[in-house]
T-cell receptor
């Protein structure tokens, strides 16, 4: 079945450091890929998405590129802030599957220190 | 615009007791989802509604879980009786899905954290 694998956290880094969170997936066909962010005490928010190979999603300084050849969708940010501390979830959605159903990874906690 | 509203935010019950969660989706959103998020894991879909019809409930443990979405707006998820393993965060999400445009973005509520003792 479909699955999403993320690097384990917590990832702890200093403000202005470079952030990478690895995400790889297993799915048949061509899923859409997403990154969601969950701040403490809040619901998940869509951060960015990509719907086809080589697409790059970007938002709030975060970027991720849909790499079909490596089945990856790694999240990057060049200079993190303390406010980026949150849990980040990689997810996929198969268009041919249950319409709208998201398959999430386990999440990666990011802690940014001043 | 108000987001997805869930209540209660926290609930502690003893095992074998019943519990219910309520969700009010974003106004106008036709699709509603209930997810369960176990500690340290990503959310897993329990049930999806298109308007008032449950169209995907394959992951809902039907022996103890039930859900309804009367009038295609608010929804209630119930567990009876609760077990220790039901401790989790229950998330509600909604989206506006238009025919021919694919699934819309899902907006999540803050969740209800259930602790079964």
């Amino acid at each position: 079945g479909d699955s999403v694998t993320q690097m384990e956290g917590p990832v702890t880094l200093s403000e202005e450091a470079f952030l990478t969170i690895n995400c790889t997936y297993t799915a048949t066909g061509y899923p859409s890929l997403f990154w969601y962010v969950q701040y403490p005490g809040e619901g998940l928010q869509l951060l960015l998405k990509a719907t086809k190979a080589d697409d790059k999603g970007s938002n709030k300084g975060f970027e991720a590129t849909y790499r079909k050849e490596t089945t990856s969708f790694h999240l990057e940010k060049g200079s993190v802030q303390v406010s980026d501390s949150a849990v980040y979830f990689c997810a996929l959605r198969r268009v041919a599957d249950s319409w709208g159903k998201l398959q999430f990874g386990a999440g990666t906690q990011v802690v940014v220190t001043p | 615009e108000a987001g997805v509203v869930q209540s209660p935010r926290y609930k502690i019950i003893e095992k074998k007791q019943p519990v219910a969660f309520w969700c009010n989706p974003i106004s106008g959103h036709n699709t509603l989802y209930w997810y369960r998020q176990n500690l340290g894991q990503g959310p897993e879909l329990l049930i999806r509604y298109e308007n008032e019809e449950a169209v995907d409930d394959s992951q809902l443990p039907k022996d103890r879980f039930s859900a309804e979405r009367l009038k295609g707006v608010d929804s209630t998820l119930k567990i009876q009786p609760a077990e220790l393993g039901d401790s989790a965060v229950y998330l509600c999400a909604s989206s506006l899905d238009r025919i021919g445009q694919g699934a819309g973005e899902q907006y999540f509520g803050p969740g209800t954290r259930l602790t079964v003792t």
